[in-house]
């Protein structure tokens, strides 16, 4: 399963503008040398970062965390949340996330020319502000080079089912 979407550009903005205004903090980043990224920069996971604790940031997520719930008709909960930004000549080595998750999300914080995420299935998406990207964790998927003068920015979620007792 691979779901291509649009999200109110109002979550964005607010996604954007905490990216934006912390991404400086050289404690919010984690070493790329452990990653699949390669020349960008790249959150530990914000879930645990004091930075993105403010309200604004929680809701917003929250929002789409319940998008995302909607599309995939399970209850499921974050697990890892982080930004990367891309810059000239980046790009992502093909990985799959199912050693620690269930599904992925990205959402691209804007519109870029270059950086497609592309997956091992041949499905290919270009980096549209707003648009998400759900899949199960299990596909192979990578991004490709970054061209300047674009720095692609994404934000990536992990999520794992929960049960829901009612």
């Known amino acids: 399963m691979?779901?291509?979407?649009?999200?109110?550009?109002?979550?964005t903005d607010d996604i954007l503008?905490?990216?934006?205004h912390y991404k400086?903090?050289?404690?919010?980043?984690?070493?790329?040398?452990?990653t699949c990224t390669f020349n960008g920069i790249q959150t530990k996971n914000v879930l645990f970062l004091s930075d993105f604790q403010n309200n604004q940031f929680k809701k917003s997520l929250n929002k789409l965390l319940e998008i995302c719930k909607n599309i995939l008709k399970l209850n499921i909960s974050f697990h890892y949340v982080h930004f990367v930004e891309y810059f000239?000549?980046?790009?992502?080595?093909?990985?799959?996330?199912?050693?620690?998750?269930?599904f992925s999300l990205i959402l691209y914080l804007n519109?870029?020319?270059s950086g497609g995420t592309y997956f091992e299935s041949g499905n290919t998406f270009l980096p549209i502000k707003n648009n998400i990207v759900l899949f199960s964790s299990y596909h192979n998927h990578g991004a490709n080079y970054t061209i300047a003068p674009d720095n692609k920015k994404v934000l990536v979620c992990g999520f794992r089912r929960t049960l829901n007792y009612e």
């Not at 000239?88 to 620690?100: P, R, V």
């Open 2 to 11: 691979i779901y291509n979407g649009k999200i109110d550009s109002n979550i």
């Open 17 to 20: 503008s905490n990216w934006e």
């Open 24 to 34: 400086n903090n050289s404690l919010n980043l984690c070493d790329l040398s452990s």
């Open 88 to 102: 000239a000549d980046g790009y992502q080595s093909i990985h799959n996330h199912k050693h620690n998750e269930d």
């Open 111 to 113: 519109t870029c020319e």
